[in-house]
């Protein structure tokens, strides 16, 4: 490996950045953080407490992200809401940077992770696909996991997240100028996870396992 392998991944919601960040993380024995999880854990608690964002942010505790509520849709549009808050987005700014700079190096995901948690990240990439493929993705996960939906109201639902992660003023979801740019509109997420081990390769960095 050439120096320490910082992984940035960002992207929309549904478009597979979780799943491959978890399987880099995996493969190049690396500490994953999903940072969209750290949003989620401050809507929900603000939500459910009536206490101000910015203060749950500021005093985020570990437990706060085993919260079990976490990965519903309504979790993640509370996230959305809070996340537009520079405040919010402020307190959590230094944990983010800190997990970042481990020695082992580290894979990110999230919205502004190659853009403003780590620019200098040796490897960047904005992972996105039609909004039709990922509302399909969603909506088979969701079906999945038992919830009751219908797939229009998932497509509605992804399309106001987005809009209000992109239109934002405070780190807006878009891809770094140096980030690699995977489209899995037509790939499964093996196919995602070739694309993106090649160019990591090509930027010099291997896995030292098997
Ligand atoms: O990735 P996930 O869907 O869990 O993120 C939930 C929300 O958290 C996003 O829609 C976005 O508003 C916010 N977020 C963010 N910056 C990040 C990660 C997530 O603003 N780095």
Redesign the pocket.
């Known amino acids: 490996m050439s120096g320490r392998l910082v992984i940035a991944i960002?992207g929309p919601?549904?478009a597979g950045?979780?799943t491959l960040a978890r399987r880099l993380a995996a493969h190049f024995c690396l500490p994953h953080l999903?940072?969209?999880?750290?949003?989620?854990a401050v809507?929900v608690k603000a939500d459910r407490l009536g206490l101000p964002p910015e203060e749950v942010a500021a005093g985020l505790q570990l437990a706060d992200l085993l919260a079990p509520d976490?990965?519903t849709d309504v979790?993640?549009?509370l996230?959305?809401?809070?996340?537009?808050l520079p405040q919010v987005?402020d307190n959590l700014l230094n944990f983010?940077k800190k997990f970042a700079s481990q020695k082992s190096g580290a894979v990110?995901?999230?919205?502004?992770?190659g853009t403003?948690?780590c620019p200098d990240a040796p490897v960047k990439f904005f992972v996105t696909a039609s909004a039709e493929a990922r509302a399909d993705r969603r909506y088979q996960e969701l079906r999945g996991r038992g919830v009751d939906t219908i797939r229009p109201r998932v497509l509605a639902e992804m399309a106001e997240?987005?809009r209000?992660?992109s239109e934002?003023a405070a780190?807006p979801?878009m891809a770094a100028p140096d980030a690699f740019l995977l489209d899995t509109s037509d790939m499964d997420a093996d196919a995602a996870f070739a694309a993106a081990l090649a160019f990591i390769a090509r930027k010099g960095f291997r896995s030292s396992g098997p």
């Open positions: 960002d919601s549904a950045k979780g999903d940072t969209g999880l750290l949003y989620r809507g976490l990965r979790a993640g549009q996230a959305s809401k809070v996340a537009v987005r983010q990110l995901d999230g919205r502004d992770v403003v948690i997240r987005d209000r992660d934002r780190a979801l």
